[in-house]
């Protein structure tokens, strides 16, 4: 039962961020703590369904892959749920918003091209614009507007998304978590390389 627990947080993720979306639609009273309070709830099961699944030894491709994919449906959730309630920003930044879009999808094709499977190669680079990404929607969720975090949010995304292209590129065989291009570099070179046990192990 207890190894469990990484998948159920997983699906956990994907119902909150459907809530915070369903909340937006209807407009529900009190709208912003709701979902400020889902979303964290959100990441937190984000955090820790890996570092439980490494801990139990039970960290599989598979499972690896359903958190990637769950994580997209999850932030596709939340920021369709902001753009309902905050759509002034996002006329505003569409310029860069398309760019950043563009470039995920670019990373996700190539991975598919190559690969025929989804990225799941949580870089610590990519983790990190994920925090960044967090913060920004969380004021943006507040104050219903983003300017110097969400300019850092776009050129750390950007960046992340062509790291993450280049380590598909370098990859021989698709691979989970691979922290940085060095990685993936060391591993074509069939190299072993360190994995963090307890954020990318």
Known sequence: MINQIPKA?????????????????????NYSNVALTLFCAGMLTDIFDGIIARQLNISSQNLRRLDSTVDQL??????????????Q??????????????????????????????????SFLSKAWALILFVTILQIIITKNSTILFGI???LGVVTRFEIIAIILVLREWTNDVPGLYQAILLRQGKTITRHKLFNG
């Open 9 to 29: 947080l997983i699906f956990f993720r994907l119902s909150l961020g459907v809530m915070i979306l369903i909340f937006s639609i209807f407009q529900i009273e």
């Open 74 to 87: 999850f932030f596709i959730s939340v920021a369709i749920a902001t753009f309902i309630q905050s759509p």
């Open 89 to 122: 920003f996002f006329y505003q930044n569409k310029i860069k918003l398309i760019i950043l879009l563009s470039a995920e999808m670019l990373a996700y094709l190539v991975c598919f091209l190559k690969f025929k499977k989804e990225i799941a190669t949580h």
């Open 153 to 155: 949010c776009f050129y």
